[in-house]
């Protein structure tokens, strides 16, 4: 939600998992759809449905793994994690054709995004509308800060380097982050995406490393990361004076 | 086998030791809600049938009276 908003597309680098049930349209023996399923892990080619917001044309995706969960008559319940932008109802599509047995999805449920579960706190819309009732008309704001989680959460799985309090104005800025403004850091290679953190553990920023974590300890000058999308607004902490 | 960076375990190199002034900025855990809205996300339980942009639509005009103008999604691809 505002700011934070240019941290969700991270949650894209960390994969998807889901469960979806298939229905398969002829009689199978299990075992060998089974083995026929599992060929799909690893990388593969889809055509976006016709009803998609992306370009129609075939682009490669990662099937991460896939877990036959049960089987029972012609439907097929299973657990699979994907690179983010698989199509899942194509998927099932693919291997209906593949195996000759024709197939379609029934239902499906997301269960992870980028190592957040089902049980890190969902809410539903009906939760949400509630809880800003009880904030806006009642003035409790404990289902609210229930419902609204810190950002940090979200994209907690990437590397972060953590930032002397004097830097953080200047990145809010967009400035880059030089070596004499880390205090800490998770190691990093040259250009992944790195968590720029305050030491009280706030993000501020989203950024690239220019450099590669290991020579950082030898090093007193040069630019660490280069910031990509500045969460913390400016004014939070003070302006950095040169003479200070 | 797992998502990519699942389970990661990162180690903390720390450079030097120094300390944050309390007279700024505010702990994750200790913000308020005017804070929290300008750093929070929520996991929304999607009702099926509709979009996922649908029901960013839909939140965004239940958080409209606390100035949140923006929302953003990571959707579901059904």
Redo the contacts between chains.
């Keep these: 939600m505002n700011r934070a908003n240019k941290a969700i597309a991270l949650l894209l680098l960390g994969g998807k998992e889901y469960v979806a049930l298939m229905h398969v349209h002829k009689d199978f023996d299990p075992e060998e759809l089974k083995k026929q399923m599992l060929e799909f892990v690893g990388k593969i080619n889809q055509l976006p449905p016709v009803r998609s917001n992306v370009k129609r044309q075939y682009r490669e995706r990662t099937v991460y793994y896939l877990d036959i969960l049960e089987v029972e008559n012609k439907d097929v319940l299973f657990k699979v994690g994907v690179e983010s932008g698989t199509y899942i109802r194509k998927l099932i599509h693919d291997m209906g054709e593949k195996t000759g047995l024709g197939a379609h999805m029934v239902e499906l449920r997301r269960t992870k995004v980028a190592g957040l579960t089902e049980d890190d706190g969902l809410s539903t819309l009906q939760g949400l509308e509630d809880a800003v009732y009880f904030y806006e008309k009642e003035g409790n704001d404990k289902p609210l800060s229930r419902v609204i989680q810190n950002i940090e959460k979200a994209v907690d799985f990437l590397p972060k380097v953590w930032i002397s309090d004097f830097a953080v104005d200047t990145v809010c800025k967009g400035a880059p982050i030089a070596v004499p403004g880390v205090v800490k850091f998770n190691p990093f290679k040259p250009d992944e995406w790195v968590l720029i953190y305050t030491l009280k553990g706030e993000i501020v920023a989203i950024g690239k490393a220019a450099i590669d974590s290991s020579s950082l300890k030898g090093i007193e000058k040069g630019i660490v990361i280069r910031t990509d999308s500045v969460i913390m607004r400016p004014g939070i902490y003070p302006e950095y004076h040169k003479t200070q | 086998?797992?998502?990519?960076?699942?389970d990661?375990k990162?180690?903390?190199?720390?450079?030097?030791d120094?300390?944050?002034?309390e007279d700024?900025?505010?702990?994750?855990?200790r913000?308020?809600?005017k804070q929290?809205?300008?750093?929070?996300?929520?996991?929304?339980?999607k009702?099926?049938g509709i979009r996922s942009k649908t029901?960013a639509f839909?939140?965004k005009r239940?958080?409209s009276?606390?100035n949140?103008?923006?929302?953003?999604?990571?959707g579901?691809?059904?």
């Design positions: 086998m797992g998502l990519p960076y699942e990661i990162r180690e903390v190199i720390t450079l030097r120094e300390a944050t002034s700024y900025g505010a702990y994750p855990d913000r308020d809600i929290k809205l300008d750093f929070g996300f929520i996991l929304l339980d009702p099926s029901s839909i939140a239940i958080l009276p606390l949140v103008s923006k929302i953003g999604y990571s579901t691809l059904v």
